[in-house]
T-cell receptor, first 113, second 113 residues
Framework: GQQLNQSPQSMFIQEGEDVSMNCTSS?????WLWYKQEPGEGPVLLIA?????ELTSNGRLTAQFGITRKDSFLNISASIPSDVGIYFC?????????????FGQGTTLQVKP | GAVVSQHPSRVICKSGTSVKIECRSL??????MFWYRQFPKKSLMLMAT?????????EQGVEKDKFLINHASLTLSTLTVTSAHPEDSSFYIC?????????FGPGTRLTVL
């Protein structure tokens, strides 16, 4: 089936550092979404991207929809302990009309105070 | 943001019993909802697409007779795990589309003894 390759798989960083993670695919997407999930909870939408090349910020988070429509990245600046969690990218295929999302494998972020 | 609720948040049942999980969109109508299953430290696996007023669409490998889905109204979808067994123990999460964004419920932790 379709896959999104998300990297890195995990990160352990010092508080205050910047973080970058990305997702790539061989397929073309018309929507990219970034979610954060904390233990025992459902994913929470962080940023939604709809146009190739789009760059969107949400506080300390910045995400971009790759110009080829096959990739996206998420940056977190000046990390803080509450940024800890699992971050997922998700995309809706250009060929899809069902609203189904394809998820990356997740990036586990740990922040050392 | 949009709110999606799930009930119950956790359930423990005996092997062989059936368990119903409810998913509600609280402040919007959703013609389409999705049911996911998530194993520890893994990504979300789509089980089925729930369509209001029609049959659900199941992903390959998901038994439709075991995981019964009903989407009787624009704000409610239910997932019933029939004749549950220990291997069905997992975190079940629903989501609903509002326009181009997909919002997730808080999840239901099912433990089958």
């Amino acid at each position: 089936g379709q896959q999104l390759n998300q990297s890195p798989q995990s990160m352990f960083i010092q508080e205050g550092e910047d973080v970058s993670m990305n997702c790539t695919s061989s397929s073309i997407f018309n929507t990219w979404l970034w979610y954060k999930q904390e233990p025992g909870e459902g994913p929470v939408l962080l940023i939604a991207l709809y146009k190739a090349g789009e760059l969107t910020s949400n506080g300390r988070l910045t995400a971009q929809f790759g110009i080829t429509r096959k990739d996206s990245f998420l940056n977190i600046s000046a990390s803080i302990p509450s940024d800890v969690g699992i971050y997922f990218c998700a995309g809706q295929l250009l060929s899809s009309n069902t609203g189904k999302l394809i998820f990356g494998q997740g990036t586990t972020l740990q922040v050392k105070p | 943001g949009a709110v999606v609720s799930q009930h119950p948040s956790r359930v423990i049942c005996k092997s062989g019993t059936s368990v119903k999980i409810e998913c509600r969109s609280l402040d919007f109508q959703a013609t389409t909802m999705f049911w996911y299953r998530q194993f520890p430290k893994k990504s979300l696996m789509l089980m089925a697409t729930s369509n209001e007023g029609s049959k659900a669409t199941y992903e390959q490998g998901v038994e439709k007779d075991k995981f019964l889905i009903n989407h009787a109204s624009l704000t409610l979808s239910t997932l019933t795990v029939t004749s549950a067994h220990p291997e069905d123990s997992s975190f079940y999460i629903c989501s609903a589309n509002r326009q181009l964004e997909q919002f997730f419920g808080p999840g239901t932790r099912l433990t089958v003894l």
